[in-house]
C-alpha cells in the first residue's frame, strides 16, 4: 500500500500541509482555521449543498465547498474575503426567510441550533429578503421526538445519518425546489414507519430545531447542564453515553464520540427508553406489614427485619437470584457473600448460559471485525431487537459495502429484510446448503454472529454446520467468531463462576425455598419477567420470605415481604464487560432521590 | 424499377400535424394508381422548417411540398407523378418575390444553411440502417478501429476545434484526453439526450432522424478513450426518438456493429439507454449520473469532475448529442475539412431551434460566424405579420435576450457572452413588440424555480425570491428599489449556486434589465406593459364606432361585466369587475374590442345607463 | 462485420437512397401528356424501368412530364446527360425502348435511327 502523498496549501495566508485527498476543511480544521459549516459534519458523507463552507481559490472565478472539494496541491485559498462573507451573509438570511424560524418558539433557543449560530456570527440582524410563511406540517406521532418541518433548513445531516450511520434510510427528501420537504418512507409519519428504528440519531445530528427530542425540549441550551461519561447498561455491547442532566434530571442522552464501542451512535434503548420512560420508581424500603400491605420503612428497620426473620428459622433454604444487570463490583460482592446462602444463582435468557462464559470467550475488536466483514452469518440473535447499534454496523456492511447477509433464526427480526438468506433455523433442507455456500464462495472476511439460540439444540446442529462448510474453504478465510449474549454484563459474570439460569422454575422447585432473595437492580421492568415462566408465580408465593432488591416497583416487587430500592444506571458507579471483553466504566449522572443505594452496598449491608 | 423516391417528413413536428394520414393516403392512392412499383415512400427524421408540416420532398426531382393533407394526395399523385407536373397549390412561395419555389435547392430556408450534423436528417429513413451505412455510415468507425490509435483519434478531434454542443464548448478533444489519461477502469461514456431547455429540439431531431450517428460516434469515443459501456440518457418526454434509438440500437448489435470485437478487432463497446422522468436538473452532468445511478437527480459539487470520478466513482465522459453525431463525419472527412467551417475560435456548424414569432420555425444548421440577422431574418423569414423585431432570447432558460441592435453579432459562445447571453444548446426564441421583457424574464425564472432541484439554498430560495419580484412587478405591485433587489438576488444566486442551473438562472433578469430597463420602469412607475401582455396592467374597452351590438362578447364574459347600453345596440365593460381575461377580444369579430394598457394615463370611458344584456339576468351594478 | 462487409453492403444500399443525391449520369425524360399516354408512353416507361432495373443500372433517373410539343410523333423519351447533351427519341413502342436502354443508357451509344433532331430545354 502506497503512502497518501503530502501536499501543501496556503489559507489566508497561513502554509498548510495535509495528504493527497483530504478536502480543504479538513485541513484548514487541522490548522485551527474556522470555516463557518452548516451542513457539515464529521461521520458523514460531504454533501457541498449549504454553500456556507464556501471558499475562494486563487485563479478561479467560482467559490467552492470547502467541505467536500479536496485540496489541490500548491492552491491558494481564501475563506474570509468580502465577497464570500457577503455571499454567506446572503445565504442565510434566504434561509431565514425561507420558512418559519421562530427562535422564542424552539427549544434550541440560545445556543444549541446551528443555524442560529451562523445567523448571529455573520451579524444578521434582520433580513433583506420577504419572508415566505409556507405551511409546514409537524409530524409528533414518534414516540420520543418531533420533526417540525417549519424549522428544517434541507441541510440533509438527518437524511446522510439514517441512510450512513443507522443504515435504514428512513428519511430522505421528496419533491423539488422550494417544495422540498424530508420525508419519512414514502410519505409515512414517524409513528406509522415500519423501517424507523427511533435510534434519534437524526435528532442528535440535526442542526435546527427541526428534529427535537420531546423529553428535552425547553429544558434550556446544553451549555447549561451537566455532562458525565458514562456507559449504556442494556445490552452487552456497552455504548459509550454522554449524558446532559440538570438540576438532579436528565436532559439529553447523547453517544460519547470518542467511545471505541459506538463511536457516537446509540439505539432506541440507550438513548431514551432507559430514562424517558415513565415507571414507577421504588424510593424507600417497604415492608409488608400485619395488614398484609408493603408500608415505607426505614433502612434499619428493614435490614432488621430481614435478619430477624433469617436469625428465627436457620434451617430454612435461603437462595439469592441476581440480575445479569450488576456490575462488576455488586458481582464481586455477591461471590464474596455466596457461602451465606444454600444456593445462589443468576438468571440469564433462554440458553444464554452457555455465551456467559469464561472471559476467553470474548472476541475482542469484535465490532471493527464486522465494519470489515463482506459476508456476516447472523445465528439464532436479533439485533436489530436487541442489540441496535450492532444491527446498524451489520446494516451499513451490506447496504454501503455490499457485505452478505445471512439470517439463521426461528422468529422474525426487522434485519430480515436485508438478508440474501433468512432461514428459518426450524426447517433447513440440503439443497438449502448448497445456496449458502454459493453466497459465501467470495467471502474474504466472513463474520459469525451468534446468540443465545444458536446455544439451543438446532441452533448448536446449524453451528456446527456453518463452521463445517468454512473448513472447507482455503486456509485463513475463515470467519471471525462472534457470540452475541443479551444480557448486560454476561461476561462480568463469566469469572464469578455463578451458576446461570435460564429457568428459575425447576431451580425455585428441586427443594422448597424458604428465604429468597432477588435482587432484580436496574431491571426495566421490575424483574417482571420472572413471572411469566410457568410455574413461578405460584413457586414464589411459596416462599416464606422474598426479599426483592429492584430500582421500579412491578408485579415482583408487589409479591415481597420485604423491598429495598436500588439505584438504576444512571446512579450507579462501578464497571461491566462488554461482549467483546472491554471492562467500561459505568459512571452516576443522577444523585439517587431517595433512599436508594447500590447493589452491593445493599447486600453488604443486609447478609454481611 | 424504383424511379423516385417520396419523402415523407417523419420528425414529431409533421407527426402531430398528421403526417401519418399523409403517407397512408400516399400509399393507398399510389397502389391505386398502379404506380407503387415506380415510387417508394421514404419515412425520415425531421426536415427542419416545422411549422411548413406536414412536408414531402419528391427526389430525384428535389419537389419539397409544404402542408400537405390527407385530401390533397390525389390530386398531388396525378399532377406530378402521371403527369409530371409540380402541384403548384402546395409549393411554398418565396417570401420577397411571391415566386413559386419548385425546387428545394431554390428554397432559402435549405438553400443558406450547410448541413453537416442533420445531413441525413430528412433524407434516409431512420429506422433503415442500411440506408445509414449507405451514406458512407460506420464507414469512419471501421476505419478508426482498423488503421488509427487512440491517440490518433484524439489528435484528430482536437485538430477538427470541436467544442461540446451542449452549451459549455469545452474542447472536445481535450476533455477525451483527460478522460484517456485516467488510469481507473471501467471507464464509460454518456450522451447527454435531456434537452431539457424549453423549444430546444435539435437533439430530438438528430435522435429521431439520424439516431446511428449518435451511436457511431459513442464507438469512436470508446476506441480513443477506453470506455467500454456507454449510456444515452434521454428524456422521457421523447417517445419518438426513444423507438427510433431503441431500434437503431437493435439494428447495430445485429449488424454486429456495436457489442464484442466491432470489425475483428479486440475493441468492444455497449451501448444502452437511460430514459430520464421528467426533470431539466438532471440535464447538469453530475446530476445525470445521480440519475443513472438511481438516486435523486441532484448536482455534486465538482471537484471531483468525472472524468475522475463520474459514474459509480469510475472515469467518465459527457458529451452532447449534437457532439457525438459531429464525431463521426469529422473522422470519415477529416479534421482539416471540418475546421474550414465556423470562425477562429469555434469551428465548424450548430444546429439552431428557430421558434417564436418567426415565420419559418423549424431547424437550421449554419457554420459559426454566421449573424443572428442571417439567421433570422436570411433563413427565418423574419417576422411574420409586419410586427417589428423586439429582441432574440438564445441559450434557453440560462440565456438572455439580444435586442435588435446586436443583430449583426456573429454567432458564437464568446460573442454571445459579451453580450450577456450565452449560446446554451442553439434554442432561439425571436420576439417581437408584442412580446413583453418583464414577462419573458418572468416566464423563465418560473421555469427555473419550478426545475431547481432545491439542493443548495441560493437557487432554492433565491430563484423564488427573485420569481415573487417579477410577479409583483408585472402584476403592477412594483416598485423602484425592487430593481435594486433583482440584481442583488441575482448576483447572489449566480454566484453562490451550486449548479449551472442555478448560476444562469438569473440571465434572463439581467439581460432584460440590461436592455429593457425601460419596459420595468413603465410597468412599475406607470403600471404599464407596454407589450399588452401582463394580464392585470391591462384594460379592455368597448369602442362604439365599430361595435355592431352583436353581444357575443357579453355571452361570453365569465364574469358577466359586459352589458348592454340602455336604448343603443353598444355594449360596455365595467372595469371593476373584469379580470382582463381577454375572452371578449378574441370572440369579436368587429375589431370592437380595445385591448389597452395605459397604466396610471388610463381613463375609464364614462359609464352610460345599462342593462342586462338579452337573455340574461345579471345585476347592473351601481 | 468488418471493412469488406461494409462496404458491400453500402453498395448494395446506396442504390435505395441513390435517388435523393441527385446528379446521375443520365436523365430519361417520359413524355406523359394526354396524348403520350394514348400512344402507349405508359408502357414505354413500365419497360424502361424494368430493362433499366434489370441491366442495374444505377447511374440513371427517370422521370415524366407533360406535354413535349411534339404530339404526331409520341410516344417521346429525352436523355439528358450530365455533360448538357441532349438527344430526344420519338416513335417508341417497348422493343426500341429495350434498344435505348441497352445502347445509349447502357453502353453510352446513342440509337441514331430513332432520334430526332436536337430539342432545347424547355424547363
Not at chain 1, 408487589?558 to 462488554?578: C, H, R, S, Y
Not at chain 2, 440506408?131 to 478508426?144: F, H, K, M, S, W
Not at chain 2, 442571417?374 to 423586439?390: A, D, E, R, S, V
Request: hydrophobic residues 40%; glycine residues 10%; contains cysteine.
Amino acid at each position: 500500500m502506497s503512502t497518501p502523498k503530502q501536499i501543501t496549501v496556503t489559507i489566508d495566508g497561513k502554509t498548510c500541509t495535509g495528504t493527497a485527498g483530504q478536502t480543504i476543511l479538513e485541513i484548514a480544521s487541522a490548522h485551527g482555521i474556522v470555516i463557518p459549516t452548516l451542513c457539515y459534519l464529521k461521520g458523514l458523507s460531504s454533501w457541498g449543498g449549504c454553500r456556507i463552507c464556501i471558499v475562494e481559490i486563487k485563479g478561479s472565478p467560482k467559490v467552492v465547498p470547502s467541505c467536500a472539494t479536496p485540496a489541490m496541491d500548491g492552491a491558494e485559498i481564501i475563506t474570509n474575503s468580502d465577497r464570500l462573507i457577503q455571499l454567506r451573509k446572503c445565504t442565510l438570511e434566504l434561509l431565514f426567510s425561507e420558512r418559519n424560524h421562530l427562535c422564542p418558539m424552539c427549544p434550541y433557543n440560545k445556543g444549541d441550533c446551528g443555524l442560529q449560530h451562523q445567523g448571529l456570527a455573520h451579524g444578521i440582524t434582520g433580513i433583506r429578503y420577504q419572508y415566505l410563511y409556507p405551511a409546514m406540517p409537524i409530524d409528533l406521532t414518534a414516540k420520543y421526538f418531533g420533526l417540525d418541518q417549519n424549522r428544517c433548513i434541507l441541510c440533509t445531516r438527518c437524511v446522510r445519518t439514517c441512510d450512513e450511520i443507522e443504515g435504514v434510510h428512513t428519511l430522505d427528501v421528496a419533491n423539488r425546489g422550494i417544495r422540498n420537504q424530508i420525508v419519512v418512507d414514502l410519505n409515512a409519519t414517524f409513528g406509522a414507519s415500519d423501517t424507523c428504528t427511533s435510534c434519534g440519531a437524526c435528532v442528535a445530528n440535526c442542526p435546527t430545531g427541526a428534529l427535537f427530542d420531546k423529553a428535552a425540549a425547553f429544558r434550556g441550551p446544553l451549555a447549561s447542564c451537566q455532562t458525565v461519561l458514562t456507559t449504556c447498561t442494556e445490552c452487552p455491547v456497552g455504548c459509550g453515553l454522554k449524558v446532559f442532566t440538570k438540576e438532579n434530571r436528565i436532559v439529553n442522552v447523547f453517544g460519547d464520540p470518542d467511545s471505541p464501542v459506538n463511536k457516537g451512535h446509540l439505539c432506541v434503548k440507550g438513548r431514551y427508553e432507559t430514562w424517558a420512560d415513565a415507571r414507577e420508581r421504588i424510593t424507600q424500603p417497604l415492608v409488608r406489614g400485619a395488614d398484609g400491605q408493603l408500608h415505607p420503612a426505614t433502612w434499619p428497620a428493614a435490614i432488621q427485619r430481614i435478619k430477624d426473620t433469617l436469625a428465627q428459622s436457620p434451617d430454612w433454604e435461603t437462595g439469592l437470584l441476581v440480575s445479569p444487570r450488576l456490575t462488576n463490583e455488586a458481582v464481586q460482592t455477591v461471590r464474596k457473600l455466596a457461602d451465606k446462602f444454600d444456593r445462589v444463582a443468576a438468571f440469564v435468557a433462554p440458553y444464554e448460559a452457555a455465551l456467559c462464559g469464561q472471559p476467553e470467550y470474548a472476541a475482542p475488536d469484535s465490532l471493527q471485525r464486522l465494519d470489515e466483514a463482506d459476508a456476516i452469518i447472523v445465528l439464532g440473535a436479533r439485533p436489530s431487537e436487541d442489540h441496535g447499534v450492532v444491527a446498524a454496523r451489520i446494516r451499513r456492511a451490506v447496504r454501503q459495502r455490499g457485505a452478505k447477509l445471512l439470517i439463521f433464526h426461528a422468529r422474525k427480526s426487522g434485519l430480515d429484510r436485508y438478508a440474501n438468506i433468512c432461514a428459518n433455523v426450524v426447517s433447513l433442507e440440503r439443497s438449502f446448503w448448497k445456496q449458502v455456500a454459493e453466497t459465501l464462495a467470495d467471502a474474504q472476511r466472513p463474520v459469525l454472529v451468534y446468540g443465545p439460540q444458536a446455544m439451543s439444540p438446532i441452533g448448536v446442529t446449524v453451528l456446527e454446520r456453518l463452521l463445517k462448510s468454512f473448513e472447507d474453504k482455503k486456509e485463513g478465510t475463515g470467519p471471525a467468531v462472534i457470540p452475541l449474549p443479551r444480557s448486560a454484563n454476561s461476561l462480568g459474570f463469566g469469572a464469578a463462576g455463578l451458576e446461570l439460569l435460564e429457568e428459575i422454575g425447576p431451580w425455585l422447585d428441586t427443594k422448597p425455598m424458604s428465604f429468597l432473595c432477588i435482587v432484580a437492580s436496574d431491571e426495566p421492568d421490575g424483574g417482571a419477567r420472572l413471572l411469566e415462566e410457568r410455574y413461578v408465580r405460584p413457586l414464589l408465593s411459596e416462599v416464606d420470605c422474598l426479599v426483592v432488591q429492584a430500582a421500579y416497583r412491578s408485579a415482583l416487587t408487589d409479591m415481597a415481604q420485604v423491598v429495598l430500592p436500588a439505584v438504576t444506571w444512571a446512579e450507579k458507579f462501578g464497571t461491566i464487560t462488554n461482549f467483546e471483553g472491554r471492562v467500561l466504566p459505568v459512571r452516576p449522572v443522577l444523585a439517587p432521590v431517595g433512599e436508594m443505594r447500590d447493589d452491593q452496598t445493599i447486600l453488604e449491608s443486609v447478609f454481611a | 424499377m424504383i424511379r423516385s423516391n417520396v419523402l415523407v417528413c417523419g420528425g414529431a413536428g409533421c407527426l402531430s400535424s398528421g403526417c401519418h394520414a399523409v403517407q397512408d393516403a400516399l400509399k393507398q392512392e399510389l397502389t391505386k394508381r398502379g404506380l407503387d412499383k415506380e415510387i417508394n415512400i421514404v419515412v425520415t427524421g425531421c426536415m427542419g422548417p416545422c411549422d411548413l408540416g406536414p412536408v414531402l420532398l419528391v427526389h430525384p426531382d428535389g419537389t419539397f411540398y409544404q402542408r400537405v393533407t390527407a385530401l390533397d394526395v390525389p390530386a398531388l399523385v396525378e399532377e406530378h407523378f402521371i403527369k409530371g407536373r409540380a402541384y403548384t397549390k402546395l409549393l411554398p412561395k418565396d417570401e420577397v418575390t411571391a415566386n413559386l419555389i419548385t425546387t428545394q435547392r431554390d428554397f432559402g430556408f435549405f438553400a443558406k444553411q450547410e448541413k453537416i450534423v442533420l445531413a441525413n436528417c430528412g433524407v434516409i429513413d431512420a429506422e433503415n440502417i442500411e440506408e445509414y451505412i449507405a451514406r458512407d455510415g460506420y464507414a469512419a468507425l471501421g476505419t478508426v478501429l482498423t488503421a488509427k490509435k487512440p491517440a490518433d483519434v484524439i489528435a484528430e478531434i482536437k485538430l477538427s476545434g470541436l467544442r461540446g454542443r451542449g452549451g459549455a464548448g469545452f474542447p472536445t478533444g481535450v476533455k477525451w484526453e483527460l478522460l484517456a489519461k485516467a488510469p481507473v477502469t471501467p471507464k464509460f461514456l454518456i450522451c447527454n439526450a435531456d434537452e431539457g431547455d424549453p423549444g430546444a429540439f435539435m437533439n430530438r431531431a438528430v435522435l429521431e432522424g439520424d439516431p446511428h450517428a449518435v451511436l457511431e460516434g459513442m464507438c469512436i469515443g470508446g476506441y480513443a478513450t477506453g470506455a467500454s459501456r456507454g449510456f444515452i440518457y434521454i428524456r422521457a418526454e421523447y417517445p419518438l426518438a426513444i423507438k427510433r434509438l431503441q431500434i437503431a440500437i437493435d439494428q447495430a448489435y445485429k449488424y454486429g456493429l456495436l457489442g464484442k470485437n466491432l470489425f475483428g478487432t479486440d475493441f468492444s463497446f455497449d451501448i444502452e439507454m437511460r430514459i430520464g422522468a421528467g426533470a431539466f436538473v438532471c440535464g447538469e452532468e453530475t446530476a445525470l449520473m445521480r440519475s443513472i445511478e438511481g438516486r435523486r437527480g441532484q448536482p455534486m459539487p465538482r471537484p471531483p469532475f468525472p472524468a475522475q470520478r463520474g459514474l459509480w466513482g469510475k472515469p467518465t465522459n459527457i458529451n452532447n448529442v449534437e457532439t457525438w453525431a459531429t464525431v463521426p463525419v469529422i473522422l470519415r472527412k477529416g479534421a482539416n475539412w471540418y475546421n474550414q467551417f465556423g470562425t477562429e475560435k469555434t469551428k465548424g456548424t450548430k444546429v439552431f431551434a428557430l421558434a417564436g414569432k418567426i415565420r419559418n420555425t423549424g431547424l437550421v444548421e449554419v457554420p459559426y460566424g454566421t449573424t443572428l440577422r442571417q439567421i433570422i431574418f436570411g433563413i427565418g423569414g423574419g417576422i411574420p405579420g409586419g410586427k417589428k423585431f423586439k429582441a432574440v432570447q438564445t441559450g434557453g432558460p440560462s440565456g438572455g435576450v439580444i435586442p435588435a441592435e446586436h443583430l449583426d453579432t456573429p454567432v458564437e459562445y464568446e460573442s454571445l457572452q459579451k453580450l450577456g447571453s450565452i449560446m446554451g444548446s442553439g434554442g432561439m426564441v425571436v420576439m417581437d413588440e408584442d412580446s413583453c421583457m418583464v414577462d419573458v424574464a418572468r416566464f423563465f425564472l418560473e421555469f427555473c424555480c419550478d426545475e431547481s432541484c432545491g439542493k443548495c439554498p441560493p437557487c432554492r430560495v433565491g430563484t423564488k425570491q427573485i420569481l415573487n419580484l417579477l410577479e409583483r412587478i408585472c402584476a403592477g405591485e412594483g416598485q423602484m428599489e425592487d430593481l435594486d433587489k433583482l440584481e442583488q438576488l441575482a448576483t447572489v444566486i449566480k454566484d453562490a449556486s451550486l449548479c449551472g442551473l442555478g448560476q444562469t438562472a438569473p440571465n434572463p433578469v439581467l439581460t432584460t434589465l440590461r436592455y429593457f430597463r425601460h419596459e420595468y420602469e413603465a410597468h412599475i412607475k406607470e403600471k404599464r406593459c407596454p407589450a399588452r401582455v401582463c394580464r392585470e396592467l391591462l384594460t379592455y374597452t368597448i369602442h362604439y364606432d365599430n361595435c355592431v351590438g352583436c353581444s357575443i362578447c357579453a355571452r361570453n364574459c365569465p364574469t358577466n361585466t359586459i352589458f348592454k347600453v340602455k336604448g343603443q345596440k353598444k355594449y360596455y365593460i365595467v372595469e371593476d369587475d373584469c379580470i382582463h381575461c381577454g375572452a371578449c377580444f378574441d370572440v369579436c369579430k368587429f375589431n370592437a374590442i380595445l385591448k389597452a394598457s395605459d397604466g396610471t394615463a388610463h381613463v375609464v370611458p364614462p359609464k352610460p345607463e345599462l342593462e342586462p344584456p338579452p337573455g340574461r339576468k345579471t345585476q347592473v351594478p351601481a | 462485420m468488418n471493412l469488406e462487409e461494409l462496404k458491400k453492403l453500402k453498395e448494395k444500399a446506396q442504390r435505395q437512397v441513390a435517388l435523393r443525391e441527385g446528379n446521375k449520369k443520365y436523365r430519361v425524360v417520359v413524355s406523359m401528356g394526354t396524348s403520350g399516354i394514348a400512344a402507349g408512353a405508359r408502357d414505354v416507361m413500365k419497360t424502361m424501368l424494368d430493362e433499366i432495373e434489370k441491366r442495374g443500372l444505377d447511374d440513371v433517373e427517370v422521370r415524366v412530364t407533360g406535354e413535349h410539343g411534339l404530339e404526331d410523333v409520341e410516344p417521346v423519351i429525352r436523355i439528358e446527360e450530365a455533360g448538357g447533351e441532349e438527344t430526344t427519341y420519338a416513335r417508341l413502342d417497348a422493343e426500341k425502348a429495350k434498344k435505348i436502354v441497352a445502347e445509349h443508357l447502357g453502353k453510352g451509344k446513342k440509337v441514331e435511327n430513332l432520334a430526332v433532331g436536337k430539342q432545347k430545354k424547355t424547363d
